[in-house]
Nanobody, 124 residues
Framework: QVQLVESGGGLVQAGGSLRLSCAAS????????MGWFRQAPGKEREFVAT????????YYADSVKGRFIISRDNAKNTVYLQMNSLKPEDTAVYYC?????????????????WGQGTQVTVSS
């Protein structure tokens, strides 16, 4: 079982930065692939970024590539999402998620564990 708790959301002006953190419980964090998703009002949950178990190989949605960076610290059981050059369209609730499948996936249904979400609001 993995429990996830996000933090770091807030209100920021367009062009600004935020760093989200996701703390995971359990001693098997290093065997879990981690992902970030977001959901804006009236829209479906969408993939943002993922980092694999071994080596932390990363993959991004086209909408955030070059602006967001996902990283993980297995010693601290934490995954981060550094968000730069934020745009109003990045406004959403951001969720941390995890799975133990040995594959790279952007589908929410493939993720077994989810945090409660943290609100990110970008003003224009």
């Amino acid at each position: 079982q993995v429990q996830l708790v996000e933090s770091g959301g807030g209100l920021v002006q367009a062009g600004g930065s935020l760093r989200l953190s996701c703390a995971a419980s359990g001693r098997t964090f290093s065997s879990a692939a981690m992902g970030w998703f977001r959901q804006a009002p009236g829209k479906e949950r969408e993939f943002v970024a993922t980092a694999s178990q071994i080596g932390g190989s990363t993959y991004y949605a086209d909408s955030v590539k070059g602006r967001f960076i996902i990283s993980r610290d297995n010693a601290k059981n934490t995954v981060y999402l550094q968000m730069n050059s934020l745009k109003p369209e990045d406004t959403a609730v951001y969720y941390c998620a995890a799975h133990r499948k040995w594959l790279r996936t952007t589908a929410p249904d493939d993720y077994d564990y989810w945090g409660q979400g943290t609100q990110v609001t970008v003003s224009s």
